[in-house]
């Protein structure tokens, strides 16, 4: 009924960029929070960057002054822009949403199905 659609990954060269769409399309009342989370081979998935519907943003420490987030909200669309990647930055990257689909309905979070970043030279 509701599904986010990633795209925009692929393999950069150290210093280079990647921006990062992600769609919301279904049964969509309301979308509250749109965000990004990564996770790396071995390691638990963090949050990269979240937006509310008031435009307030909130980063972490390690891609701040290099990643900006924003959102279309007559697309229902989130976006990531990556700039001065580093290897570290090498991870799975999803797309969440937190969405209504009914009036008086339940906040449900949603999540993409991931899209694979990798920062090799």
């Known amino acids: 009924q509701v599904q986010l659609v990633e795209s925009g990954g692929g393999l950069v060269q150290p210093g280079g960029s990647l921006r990062l769409s992600c769609a919301a399309s279904g049964r969509i009342l309301s979308i509250s929070i749109m965000g990004w989370y990564r996770q790396a081979p071995g390691k638990q998935r963090d949050l990269v960057a979240v937006?509310?519907?008031?435009?307030?943003?909130n980063y972490a420490d390690s891609v701040k002054g290099r990643f900006t987030i924003s959102r279309d909200n007559t697309k229902n669309t989130v976006y990531l822009q990556m700039n001065s990647l580093k290897p570290e930055d090498t991870a799975v990257y999803y797309c969440y949403g937190q969405i209504r689909s009914d009036y008086g309905g339940a906040w449900v979070p949603f999540w993409g199905q991931g899209t694979q970043v990798t920062v090799s030279s």
């Open positions: 937006v509310r519907g008031d435009a307030n943003t």
